[in-house]
C-alpha cells in the first residue's frame, strides 16, 4: 500500500514568495495533519482535518498560512507571503482515528532565503 | 493539560550494547495513548507501537522492547544488542482526550561500530 504522499521534497525560495505543499493520505484514512519540525521547537500541530474538515487550526502561526483539504486525497498547505522564519520541515500524516497512530509522509523541507 | 518529557536528549552506544530510552508524561485523564515514533537520518517518522492506558503489559518485537508502568508514568523502549542502524532520534508520543498527539522533545541514539 501507498503510504503518506508529499511534494515537493523539498523547495528553496525567496523571502515574500507563495508556497504551495501538497499531500495525498493513505486511502481510507479519516483524519490528516499537518505538522512542522524545526530544532528550536520540535514537532509541532499546525492543524488538522477530519473527514475533510478542517476542526482544530490553533496551531497556525499566523494568517500567512492557510490550508484545505477539497477531498479525500489530497491536501494543501499554503504560506503567503514567505518568511525566512517559515523554513523547516513541514510534515503530513493520516490516520484511521485521532485515537490510532499517525502515519507520516516524507516530509518537505522548506528554504526560505 | 497534557505533556511528554524525553530526559536524554543523546545517547552514544556501541554496537551491541542495550540501551534504553527513558519517556515519563503527564495526564489527567484515565484513558490515553502512548506511541514510540523512530527518526532515522532519511527523515521520515516511523510508527513503532501503539499501547492505550489499560494494557500495561510489556511488549517485546524482535530487539525492541517496551516497558508501560502507570504509576510512575512511564513508556520506556529499550533495544537489545543495538545496530548502527539503530542510530535515529526516537519520539514518544501522548494522545488523551481532546487533545491531539503531543510529541516529547526525542532522544538522539547514536550506535558506533
Known amino acids: 500500500d501507498a503510504g503518506v504522499i508529499q511534494s515537493p521534497r523539498h523547495e528553496v525560495t525567496e523571502m515574500g514568495q507563495e508556497v504551495t505543499l501538497r499531500c495525498k493520505p493513505i486511502s481510507g484514512h479519516d483524519y490528516l495533519f499537518w505538522y512542522r519540525q524545526t530544532m528550536m521547537r520540535g514537532l509541532e500541530l499546525l492543524i488538522y482535518?477530519?473527514?475533510?474538515?478542517?476542526?482544530?487550526d490553533s496551531g497556525m502561526p499566523e494568517d500567512r498560512f492557510s490550508a484545505k483539504m477539497p477531498n479525500a486525497s489530497f491536501s494543501t498547505l499554503k504560506i503567503q507571503p514567505s518568511e525566512p522564519r517559515d523554513s523547516a520541515v513541514y510534515f503530513c500524516?493520516?490516520?484511521?482515528?485521532?485515537?490510532?497512530?499517525?502515519?507520516f509522509g516524507p516530509g518537505t523541507r522548506l528554504t526560505v532565503t | 493539560a497534557q505533556k511528554v518529557t524525553q530526559a536524554q536528549t543523546e545517547i552514544s552506544v556501541v554496537e551491541k550494547e542495550d540501551v534504553t530510552l527513558d519517556c515519563v508524561y503527564e495526564?489527567?485523564?484515565?484513558?490515553?495513548?502512548l506511541f514510540w515514533y523512530k527518526q532515522p537520518p532519511s527523515g521520515e517518522l516511523v510508527f513503532l507501537i501503539r499501547r492505550n492506558s489499560f494494557d500495561e503489559q510489556n511488549e517485546i518485537s524482535g530487539r525492541y522492547s517496551w516497558n508501560f508502568q502507570k504509576s510512575t508514568s512511564s513508556f520506556n523502549f529499550t533495544i537489545t544488542a543495538s545496530q548502527v542502524v539503530d542510530s535515529a532520534v526516537y519520539f514518544c508520543a501522548l494522545h488523551n482526550a481532546g487533545n491531539m498527539l503531543t510529541f516529547g522533545g526525542g532522544t538522539r541514539l547514536m550506535v558506533k561500530p
Open positions: 500524516a493520516s490516520s484511521r482515528s485521532k485515537r490510532y497512530e499517525q502515519y
Open positions: 495526564t489527567r485523564d484515565t484513558t490515553y495513548y
Open positions: 482535518f477530519n473527514n475533510n474538515v478542517p476542526i482544530d
